[in-house]
Every structure is written in structure tokens, then in C-alpha cells.
């Protein structure tokens, strides 16, 4: 690799990513281009304790990561290293999260899959102060500004007044209060530009007896049909959507069907402060939720390509590699490929349920062999077998049960992740258990239907992967449930009939 050097003198830095593929591959690029890794970490708690210990001049920080995101390390390590540089990694453009992120303390961000050399310009660009009030986030788009925080200090902007859902891919209308909130001027992206990346229709009304429209982003302009002016009066626009809001305006939170001139949509009313926010989904045909599967899927399959494309420029730029490290990559490759593959497998498995098409190759199944297989060198596991018998299943369906379980223990949960097999009356069960924080009382309904995720600062996953393995242990002959740990974390446990 061609190394982009950094004029001033060698800087230490910490890289917190959970991914430790992502993290090999920063160290390279950073480290040829004169900086010194002095640790890494991959959470976000872990990554404070480093910080604390190493009080470096950069800090590599992703967003998206277990028992603690980045956005919550962030004020805890930017007090520890006030005048270190933070530079957070993001899977997305210019959204919400990467504002909400520089409210927080950052000094900027660059984007997964931008190459290794243009993100290395942009930390040494930020490191320097070479790169002034229009600097850009690395991977955005041509002419898309980055995000800076607002005035009036880290806790006081519009961002962290915006809730998840109008950010990158939590799937939930968002609560925002926008008594401060302005239209975006020079080259910030502002909350109202976020919101117009939001999945589905967000209007602002003055609380006043016409309800003019204050905002409407491009999606509930599409919902009601015509192209709405801000002072527009809301029954002008859709005299039934005004009756309703009218109806339903003293509510703490409305929901309700309405007719639009496109179709019906579900419209939920929310008051923030001197304004009502009315958010419009889609109630025919789901086109919302599809857009949030896709946004979400899309996430999900930009981690692992960022790092086949980044061990790929590596390979190419960088002919003096050692043996070791090639081996390392060649099995990162491997891995992230594996872990592409069950994304897809996921979201291919889900459009054959949906048509009647799944077809299962039911045989018996080892088990023991099989777990083995699923966690070599990708899952760190302690696994028991009580009980060694076979089961009658597709061993490609079990597999990717499994896989998802695991991923989910590993992402969402803390180690120690165990796999314990053993008989259950006339069923053999297999427990995949983390020691994590567990599912939240009110999320657990709805723990295996598609596309459900938990709501989390910063979240993750497609939302099918507990569905799929839901479908596929019943279509199986078996079961799939969810218990609190003991004394803390998840227990899911499959249960399937011996062959």
C-alpha cells in the first residue's frame, strides 16, 4: 500500500470498532501512514477503559456496536482525551447518527467502505486542522457537507432532540421537538435535512386552529399527493387528515387510519411543545416497512463489504505484507464472506416463506459436529453436550437457526456465549446463552415477528433473523423460545425431535 503520510510527528491512537477484521485493516493503513496503534477494543465500554489507560491523540470510534454504541462512549471519552482527536466510523452517510455523534464530541466522521487511503487523508486532514467548517465526511456523496455540531455545546442541538427513528435504519417515526430547530444554513446538515431522509411522512403543524403546515419532508408530500407549502392550511391539503388531527389533538400519542389521495395510511400525532408532528406510514401495502427492511438489509451488507474491499485494496497496494498477515486476511475474507452469505440466506429463506416455497432436506443430524462446524474460528463459545443424539432435520436450515442465534448473542448479549445440548422429554433442545442486559420486558411479544427490532440508540440487524429461525425450527417439527438468563442475559432455546 502506497502510505499517505502524515507530515507531523507520530500520533497514537485507539481504534474501538466490534468488528476485528475492520480493526487489522485500519491498523495497517494508520500505521503505514505513521501513526501507532496503542490499543484497540470492540465495545464501547471496552473502549473507554482503554482510552483511560492510553489517553491517546486519535480515537477511531464506530457507532454501531454491543453492551455499549458509540454514541454513548462518546462523552466519557471525550473528557478523558479533550483534546485528543475523535473520529467516528459510520456504516451510513450524512444522517442523523453522524450529527448526533458530533453534538456528542466528535471532530468528524468517515464512512465504511470508502477506501483505506481516502479515509487515512480525512483523519490526517482532521488531526491537523487542515480541514475547516466544510469538511466532508469520507464516502459521501459529491457536494454533501459533514455534519457539525450545533452551537450552544454538545448536549443542546436539534440532533439530540431527535429520537432514533428518523436516523440509519431504526425503523421507528422519531419524536422530534423542533421549538429550536431552523431550516438548515450554510453547509450544515440540520435536523429538518434528516428528516428528510426519514422512512416515512413527517409533518409539522402550528397548534392553531387551521394546523398550518410547518414541514413536510418528501414523504408525506408523496403520501398526500401534492407538493405542500409551508403556511399551507392543513385542511386545504387533506380535509379528513385535518378532522382527525383536529379529533385527536389533546391525545398524548393518536393513532389512527386516514384516507389520502394516494391511499389509506396510519397517522400517529405526537405534541412537541408549541407544534403537533403527524407521522404517515403506509397502511395498503407496507411500502414503509419494505423501505426500512431494505435500508436496514443494506446496512447490514455494507459492514462485511467494507472489509472484503479494504483486504482487497491491501492485497493490491501492499506486495510486502508478512505470511502472517496475509493468512489473517485470507481468513478475514472468509469470515466476512460467511457472514454475507447468512444476510443473503436470510433475506432469501424470507421471500421463500412468504411464497410457499421452503423446502426442507430432512435427514439426521450430529449435533455435536455440527455447532463445531458453525463456530470454528468465527464464534468464541463454551459449548456442553448432555445429550449426543441425533436429531431428524435439514442440517442447512439448523445451521443457519444456529448462526443467527449466535450472531445475536455475540451482538447484542456478553460473553460468556454458551451452547449447551441436552434432552427435554421427548425432544433433544439446544440453549444458545450471553450474559448480556436480555430482551426488554415490552419488546419480547414481538421478538420473533419479521422486521422487529428492539428501539436502541444505535441499532442493527435486518429484523428477520429471529423470524427466520422461528419459521424454520416449526417447519422443522420444533420450537424456538426465549427465557431471561440467570442472573442476567438470554436464553433461546430450539427444541427438535431425535431422529
Not at 371 to 400: S, T
Not at 470 to 494: K, N
Request: charged share 20%.
Amino acid at each position: 500500500m502506497t502510505a499517505v503520510t502524515n507530515p507531523t510527528v507520530s500520533r497514537r491512537v485507539v481504534i474501538v470498532d466490534d468488528t476485528p477484521d475492520l480493526r487489522a485493516l485500519l491498523r495497517i493503513a494508520l500505521e503505514r501512514a505513521g501513526y501507532v496503534v496503542v490499543g484497540e477494543a470492540g465495545d464501547g465500554r471496552a473502549g473507554i477503559d482503554v482510552v483511560r489507560e492510553q489517553r491517546p491523540d486519535l480515537v477511531m470510534l464506530d457507532l454501531s456496536m454491543p453492551v455499549l454504541d458509540g454514541l454513548e462512549a462518546l462523552p466519557p471519552i471525550r473528557r478523558l482525551v479533550p483534546d485528543g482527536t475523535i473520529v467516528v466510523l459510520s456504516g451510513f452517510g450524512p444522517t442523523i447518527m453522524s450529527e448526533r455523534a458530533l453534538a456528542r464530541g466528535a471532530d468528524g466522521y468517515v464512512q465504511k467502505g470508502a477506501s483505506l487511503r481516502s479515509i487515512v487523508e480525512s483523519v490526517n486532514g482532521l488531526v491537523d486542522g487542515t480541514v475547516d467548517g466544510t469538511r466532508r465526511g469520507v464516502g459521501a456523496a459529491a457536494g454533501t457537507p459533514l455534519v457539525r455540531p450545533l452551537a450552544g455545546g454538545p448536549e443542546d442541538g436539534p440532533a439530540d432532540r431527535t429520537d432514533e427513528g428518523t436516523g440509519e435504519g431504526t425503523g421507528e417515526a422519531a419524536t422530534v421537538d423542533t421549538r429550536a430547530a431552523a431550516p438548515p444554513v450554510g453547509p450544515h446538515v440540520s435536523s429538518w435535512e434528516a428528516l428528510g431522509m426519514a422512512p416515512v411522512g413527517v409533518l409539522e403543524l402550528a397548534d392553531e386552529p387551521l394546523f398550518r403546515v410547518v414541514y413536510a419532508n418528501s414523504v408525506a408530500q408523496r403520501l398526500l399527493g401534492t407538493e405542500v407549502s409551508p403556511g399551507s392550511p392543513l385542511g386545504l391539503v387533506s380535509a379528513e387528515l385535518a378532522g382527525l388531527v383536529s379529533h385527536h389533538r389533546l391525545e398524548a400519542d393518536a393513532s389512527f387510519e386516514v384516507a389520502l389521495e394516494t391511499g389509506r395510511a396510519r397517522a400517529t400525532v405526537r405534541r412537541t411543545g408549541w407544534s403537533l408532528c403527524v407521522y404517515l406510514d403506509s397502511a395498503v401495502d407496507d411500502v414503509a416497512l419494505l423501505r426500512r427492511a431494505i435500508a436496514t438489509s443494506a446496512h447490514e451488507i455494507r459492514g462485511p463489504v467494507a472489509v472484503i474491499c479494504g483486504t482487497a485494496e491491501t492485497l493490491q497496494l501492499a506486495p510486502d505484507l508478512s505470511q502472517r498477515e496475509l493468512q489473517r486476511m485470507a481468513q478475514s475474507m472468509a469470515r466476512q464472506a460467511r457472514i454475507l452469505d447468512g444476510i443473503t440466506a436470510d433475506l432469501l429463506t424470507a421471500a421463500q416463506i412468504q411464497r410457499g416455497t421452503l423446502r426442507l432436506d430432512m435427514q439426521p443430524v450430529a449435533l455435536r459436529s455440527l455447532i463445531e462446524g458453525v463456530v470454528a474460528d468465527r464464534y468464541a463459545v463454551d459449548l456442553v453436550v448432555e445429550d449426543d443424539r441425533p436429531v431428524r432435520a435439514d442440517p442447512l436450515r439448523v445451521e443457519q437457526v444456529l448462526t443467527n442465534l449466535l450472531s445475536n448473542a455475540h451482538k447484542y448479549g456478553r460473553p460468556p456465549v454458551t451452547v449447551r445440548v441436552y434432552a427435554a422429554g421427548d425432544r433433544i433442545c439446544v440453549d444458545v446463552g450471553d450474559q448480556g442486559d436480555g430482551v426488554p420486558p415490552e419488546f419480547r411479544p414481538q421478538l420473533f415477528r419479521e422486521f422487529s427490532r428492539a428501539r436502541s440508540a444505535v441499532a442493527t440487524g435486518t429484523g428477520l433473523g429471529l423470524y427466520v429461525v422461528r419459521t424454520l425450527a416449526e417447519a422443522q417439527g420444533g420450537t424456538v423460545s426465549y427465557t431471561p438468563g440467570r442472573p442476567c442475559g438470554s436464553v433461546f432455546t430450539l427444541s427438535l425431535l431425535p431422529a
